[in-house]
């Protein structure tokens, strides 16, 4: 019932930006954590930020000063504002989010993934 879908990547070139959504949808009671994760070819799949109910925020160090997450709670949505991308930043983003759903269970969700590719 409960799902996540990203959107907003895309095709830019070093030094541009883009902004990744990311909306729950279903019978959702609330949503505690949210965050965001990539995986690049070849490479395991790491953590790039992530954000509390209450707004608390935590960074990959590699994008420290550049990404921003945020979250629009009445909407159910968590946004990254990517910003001075660098080619090392091309992966498949995707979204995680812990949510209690109408029968009160708290199971951790997965968007399909949402693909960024920085050129140089």
């Known amino acids: 019932q409960v799902q996540l879908v990203e959107s907003g990547g895309g095709l830019v070139q070093a030094g541009g930006s883009l902004r990744l959504s990311c909306a729950a949808s279903?019978?959702?009671?609330?949503?505690?954590?949210m965050g965001w994760y990539r995986q690049a070819p070849g490479k395991q799949r790491e953590l790039v930020a992530t954000?509390?109910?209450?707004?608390?925020?935590n960074y990959a160090d590699s994008v420290k000063g550049r990404f921003t997450i945020s979250r629009d709670n009445a909407k159910n949505t968590v946004y990254l504002q990517m910003n001075s991308l660098k080619p090392e930043d091309t992966a498949v983003y995707y979204c995680?989010?812990?949510?209690?759903?109408?029968?009160?269970?708290?199971?951790?969700?997965w968007g399909q993934g949402t693909q960024v590719t920085v050129s140089s």
């Open positions: 995680n989010a812990e949510i209690v759903d109408y029968r009160l269970t708290l199971l951790g969700y």
């Open positions: 279903g019978i959702i009671f609330s949503i505690n954590a």
């Open positions: 954000i509390t109910s209450g707004g608390t925020t």
